[in-house]
DNA sequence: TAATAAAACAGTGAATACACCGATATTTAG
DNA sequence: CTAAATATCGGTGTATTCACTGTTTTATTA
């Protein structure tokens, strides 16, 4: 039997490629195709999910971020390989704190999408290399100082929230989207003034970008 | 005779996507496939060039505003249809002036790239709906909307606040600083959500970083 | 010099953001 | 198993932001 993939991706033209490719290699069939990962959502069957999710992080209606942990808590068995634009030390060491096996950038051969894929469904851990240089850097380098928490870490609904707090969405849209009260919104804003040391909403922003979980190129 | 279409971007993810595309539309054959414009360069036989080229913008080495330049001076019969990643670029415009021939991005479906290819081949411009819009007004003289570019300059005292902005100052405290009232604030504010198109302070960081008027390392 | 654009200022009211106070159920970690 | 952290929700009140309406003075430039 192949080992089921889906490719969630909001480029037509990247999903083409990725679909092309994952068909041309023998074992391997593409079950779903989706534009995000509310998309995703609404075309996985929960009693036959796809082995593998090749998953974009920049994505409307429903990022990678949120996808991520959406497939952690309902398909346990699933596993993300990451495929971005974005290659930043933060936003990678966050995906792989959410559970996610594997990361590679849009770059990549055909090859190294086979070894990716290979390496995930024998439940090893993948990085490209670009990639994992500079995680490996960021564990030895500054790993006494430099991080901002140890004691004061984002949660994942707070990143979440967070990454949404780059935008021209009021609270209250943010509410809507994450699925939560206003007040709930509230709290989150409030414990990260509080951890990051900030006052502001463009607080928040200012040090998403700075701290590398935003990217310019992710703004809106 | 089949159209020779040559795919120029650096990411092998959209190439393979953008050539899978190509091919399996009768009648039209890709020829090249370049990761960037010397890369393309390299390729491409001057006695016998391709008939249109995707090319991306964003590319390492040589990018798609040089390459654009390159074929206008060098081959041209060669006709140019832009691929890229985001329709807000004010970009569109400056690549529309080099000559280009039409303007999609990544999201594009299959059969929105062919109806581009084929008014292109046609000698038509061809612009996506998403991009279109915006940039109609502009190219219109009788406009009342405009786009955040040369036409809609930022003023002296609106660029100090719009850098003012992007930082936990409030609105007050920025009026004490340029040695204005508040009031003044407001109207520079309503100004630039006018010009640039935005709703909220948090739009107006995300234009001055993505605009590069601000560095993400100037933020305080 | 007349027309135009920039810079400065102002009122009102509604929407949003922020600052305190609090709570409970669940999950995680020591 | 307890303690801490997480995720969720609530009330009250103030501060700030934003949207709409204007005027006046000062440069610029055609």
């Given at each position: 039997?192949?080992?089921?993939?889906?490719?969630?991706?909001?480029?037509?033209?990247?999903?083409?490629?990725?679909?092309?490719?994952?068909q041309?290699?023998?074992g391997?069939?593409v079950?779903i195709?989706?534009?995000?990962?509310?998309?995703?959502?609404?075309?996985?069957?929960?009693l036959?999910?796809?082995?593998i999710?090749?998953l974009?992080?920049?994505?409307?209606?429903?990022?990678?971020?949120?996808t991520?942990?959406?497939?952690?808590?309902?398909?346990?068995?699933t596993?993300?390989?990451?495929?971005?634009?974005?290659?930043?030390e933060?936003?990678?060491?966050?995906?792989?704190?959410?559970?996610?096996?594997?990361?590679?950038?849009?770059?990549?051969?055909?090859?190294?999408?086979?070894?990716?894929?290979?390496?995930?469904?024998?439940?090893?851990?993948?990085?490209?290399?670009?990639?994992?240089?500079?995680?490996?850097?960021?564990f030895?380098?500054?790993?006494t100082?430099?991080?901002?928490?140890?004691?004061?870490?984002i949660?994942?609904?707070?990143?979440?929230?967070?990454?949404?707090?780059?935008?021209?969405?009021t609270?209250r849209?943010?509410a809507?989207?994450?699925?939560?009260?206003?007040?709930?919104?509230?709290?989150?804003?409030?414990?990260?003034?509080?951890k990051?040391?900030?006052?502001?909403?463009?607080?928040?922003?200012?040090?998403?970008?700075?701290?590398g979980?935003?990217?310019v190129?992710?703004?809106?």
């Amino acid at each position: 039997m192949n080992t089921k993939v889906a490719v969630v991706d909001d480029h037509q033209l990247v999903r083409t490629g990725l679909v092309q490719m994952v068909q041309s290699l023998p074992g391997w069939e593409v079950t779903i195709e989706a534009a995000n990962g509310k998309d995703f959502i609404d075309q996985t069957n929960l009693l036959s999910p796809p082995d593998i999710v090749l998953l974009d992080i920049r994505m409307p209606i429903m990022d990678g971020y949120e996808t991520a942990l959406w497939i952690r808590s309902h398909l346990p068995e699933t596993r993300v390989l990451v495929v971005s634009m974005v290659s930043r030390e933060p936003a990678v060491i966050r995906m792989l704190r959410m559970g996610v096996y594997g990361f590679i950038t849009k770059n990549s051969t055909q090859a190294e999408l086979h070894q990716a894929l290979s390496r995930i469904q024998q439940k090893q851990f993948h990085v490209n290399e670009l990639v994992g240089n500079r995680i490996f850097h960021y564990f030895s380098e500054n790993s006494t100082e430099q991080l901002p928490d140890e004691k004061n870490t984002i949660t994942d609904r707070e990143f979440i929230f967070l990454r949404k707090c780059c935008s021209e969405l009021t609270y209250r849209q943010i509410a809507k989207e994450m699925y939560v009260s206003p007040r709930t919104i509230d709290t989150y804003r409030d414990h990260l003034f509080e951890k990051l040391q900030v006052r502001t909403r463009v607080g928040l922003v200012i040090y998403a970008l700075r701290s590398g979980l935003i990217e310019v190129d992710d703004l809106v």
